[in-house]
Structures are given as C-alpha cells and as structure tokens.
T-cell receptor, first 114, second 111 residues
Framework: DTEVTQTPKHLVMGMTNKKSLKCEQH?????MYWYKQKAKKPPELMFV???????INESVPSRFSPECPNSSLLNLHLHALQPEDSALYLC?????????????FGEGSWLTVV | DQQVKQNSPSLSVQEGRISILNCDYT??????FLWYKKYPAEGPTFLIS?????DKNEDGRFTVFLNKSAKHLSLHIVPSQPGDSAVYFC??????????FGTGTRLQVTL
C-alpha cells in the first residue's frame, strides 16, 4: 500500500478566507512534503517535514502555514491567498528524508483563489 | 537555472513500439533518480527508480538507464500501450530530501 490521501480534492476560496488542506498516510513514513504545481510546469517543493519537524521551507510566503500534528498527518493552512496561488497542491511522503527513498504522492488538492 | 531538463516536450509513438524518454541533469551530486507518470489534475505516480551505483534497472515494460558520465538518464517503455499516454517527469535527489523534477515530456501512444 503506497497511499497518500489528500482532502479536499477541490477547494475554492476568497482572498480573505482561511482554509486548510489535509494529508494523511499510514505507511509509517517519517518524511512528508508539500509541493505546488502550476499548469504545464513541474511540481515545485514548498516544505519538508522530517520526523514531524519542519526541515525545509523553500522561501514560501507566510500566507502558507504547514503543520504536522503527528507522524501520519500533514496540514497546509491557507490565509489571505492571492489569485496567483491557484494551483494543484500535492502532498507526498517517503520512508525517511534521506536520499534513495521513493517519494509517493497523493492525488492533489486543486485550489482556486477568487 | 534548470538543473533537470527533458528536452523533448512531447513524443508520439505507435502502439507496440518502444518509447524512449530522455532526461539530462547538471549536478553530479544527485544520487537517486526516479520517473513519474502524471495525468492532468492528479498526483504523480511513481514508475521506476535507479540509484547512482547502477546503470540499469528493469521493471516489467519499464527500463531506466543511467549514464553518470554524461549526466543522462532515459526511460524505455516496451511495448508502448495507449494507456501509457501521459506526461512523464524524471526527478532527482541528492544528499537532502529534495526531489527536483524535470520539465516533463508528454507521451502520446497512437493506435
């Protein structure tokens, strides 16, 4: 089983709203990731959590706030987003953060900011 | 500065023939290489990987070749099937847990 589950699949939010994207995996993976993908572009790394601690923040604006409540869950809190933040947000996980481990992706959450 | 490039944005192959997708990278510190398949508005699906200590890895119809001296990897799909039509991304990791994706190649397998 290599399943990473993301909810919601689609989200429309206004620029003043506060919403959250959720991600869950039950593979015992200790590294979890958020990626962002715009149309016709490759996915780009946003955050890495290693053993429930934030280890990499790729200079992401503070209107995106990640949270890792436990080893199975990863959230991305959204506040005061801009229309250009509309994209596919991908959660992923791997056994641990070292190189050589396959990273498995969820189906993604399609975010539209209006 | 694009560290991972897939120079062919699209490729069309007839069903039953071989599909060859190519990927070039610039950083010799990358040591783990993966291929993902992606449909629109879905997450990437892992296909096959190879570590830098190998030059070939095979899984069913999929074979990945790594040429470290040329900093080049390729994915061979034999025989190609219509269900293989998708966008294919190569991806690389180095010492950190950062997966860097290539620019993608759209494969169309025709009947």
């Amino acid at each position: 089983d290599t399943e990473v589950t993301q909810t919601p699949k689609h989200l429309v939010m206004g620029m003043t709203n506060k919403k959250s994207l959720k991600c869950e995996q039950h593979m015992g993976h200790r590294a979890m990731y958020w990626y962002k993908q715009k149309a016709k572009k490759p996915p780009e790394l946003m955050f890495v959590y290693s053993y429930e601690k934030l280890s990499i923040n790729e200079s992401v604006p503070s209107r995106f706030s990640p949270e890792c409540p436990n080893s199975s869950l990863l959230n991305l809190h959204l506040h005061a987003l801009q229309p250009e933040d509309s994209a596919l947000y991908l959660c992923a996980s791997s056994l641990d953060p070292s190189s050589g481990n396959t990273i498995y992706f969820g189906e993604g959450s399609w975010l539209t900011v209006v | 500065d694009q560290q991972v490039k897939q120079n062919s944005p699209s490729l069309s192959v007839q069903e039953g023939r071989i599909s060859i997708l190519n990927c070039d990278y610039t950083n010799s510190m990358f040591d783990y290489f993966l291929w993902y398949k992606k449909y629109p508005a879905e997450g990437p699906t892992f296909l096959i990987s190879i570590s830098s200590i190998k030059d070939k890895n095979e899984d069913g119809r999929f074979t990945v070749f790594l040429n470290k001296s040329a900093k080049h990897l390729s994915l061979h799909i034999v025989p190609s099937q219509p269900g293989d039509s998708a966008v294919y991304f190569c991806a690389v990791t180095g010492t950190a847990s950062k997966l860097t994706f290539g620019t993608g190649t759209r494969l169309q397998v025709t009947l």
